[in-house]
């Protein structure tokens, strides 16, 4: 007899997919002012956090995914 119960994904390769899809947002917005060089007024602006903050967010969003792909919960 085979067990029909739906297998779940963990929470954490929802939060990688959260992660990566806010840190893709972040990223573009960052590399489109850093390309058309958008003046602001902001303290630290030169240091591009948006650019910095949006790459990280996507780098741990991809490797939530990667990590968690296969895996399953009862």
């Given at each position: 007899m085979t067990?029909?119960?739906?297998?779940?994904?963990?929470?954490?390769?929802?939060?990688?997919?959260?992660?990566?899809?806010?840190?893709?947002?972040?990223?573009?917005?960052?590399?489109?002012?850093?390309?058309?060089?958008?003046?602001?007024?902001k303290v630290l602006s030169h240091l591009h956090a948006a650019v910095w903050w949006g790459g990280l967010m996507t780098a741990f969003g991809l490797l939530f995914v990667w990590l968690n792909r296969k895996s399953t919960v009862d």
């Open positions: 067990d029909h119960t739906p297998k779940m994904k963990p929470i954490w390769f929802f939060v990688g997919v959260i992660l990566l899809v806010m840190g893709a947002v972040i990223l573009g917005s960052g590399v489109y002012d850093l390309v058309r060089h958008v003046e602001s007024n």
